[in-house]
């Protein structure tokens, strides 16, 4: 780690370490976070179980041709389940699509002045509420209250806008899988911003979807699988 890291190995510090299996790669990995005292700079440092330097990536990536190549699209937990139903059993099924996030321009962002006393810049937009909408704030001087409940009516509109145009791109990503839903007599449920169906299917069901190319994965529609 020192060599690879170019730092003196008195000056490293491990102050975190993991152990993973990679059952598929019949792999086990140690992942340790390293620290150079001096700097305060961090190194992720991987060894296998031989204490060989290891390739955290690849590893995953091996992991992951292996979970294909046994489950295809099937959660593994979701694959096990499925191997112990009966042909008209069903279960609730969580269907992720491959569709990418949308890009919500900025142009749906009405143009407003800044409240009087502020400073007028266009900050940034990441972490500053729903899809970026920007707090309002008086600044050092007491804004005209008029101002500020336009600012605020225009931040609330710009939320508005932004979670609509996020709303009709998963609506649109989902049409091809919900038709082919609608075709095997299943009824889906969909929340607004996720590309997600949820659907009550059966093992030969879920085989179907699984060989949509707008398909990414299924999973149990567990708490876990449905975090969005």
């Known amino acids: 780690m020192a060599g690879s890291a170019r730092v003196p190995i008195e000056r490293l510090e491990v102050v975190d370490t993991v152990t993973r299996d990679y059952a598929g790669a019949s792999v086990q990995l140690e992942l340790s976070k390293v620290v150079d005292r001096s700097t305060g700079r961090a190194f992720l440092d991987v060894i296998d179980g031989q204490g060989k330097p290891a390739n955290v990536q690849g590893v995953e990536a091996a992991e992951e041709r292996a979970r294909a190549a046994t489950h295809g699209k099937l959660h593994p937990n979701l694959s096990a389940r499925a191997a112990t139903m009966g042909p008209q059993e069903r279960v609730e099924v969580a269907i992720w699509l491959t569709t990418p996030d949308p890009a919500v321009s900025r142009a749906l962002i009405p ?92 093992r030969t069901q879920m085989e179907r979807m699984a060989q949509r190319a707008d398909v990414a994965m299924l999973y149990g529609a567990s708490r876990e699988a449905m975090r969005f």
């Open 111 to 202: 143009a407003v002045a800044a409240p009087s006393g502020g400073d007028g810049e266009d900050e940034d937009d990441a972490g500053t509420g729903v899809w970026g909408a920007q707090p309002v704030s008086p600044g050092r001087d007491s804004a005209d209250p008029a101002e500020l409940t336009r600012a605020r009516q225009a931040a609330e509109a710009a939320d508005s806008a932004r979670l609509a145009a996020v709303a009709r791109h998963y609506d649109g990503a989902r049409l091809g899988a919900r038709a082919e839903l609608a075709s095997l007599g299943v009824p889906a449920t969909a929340p607004r911003y996720s590309p997600v169906l949820v659907a009550a299917l059966t």
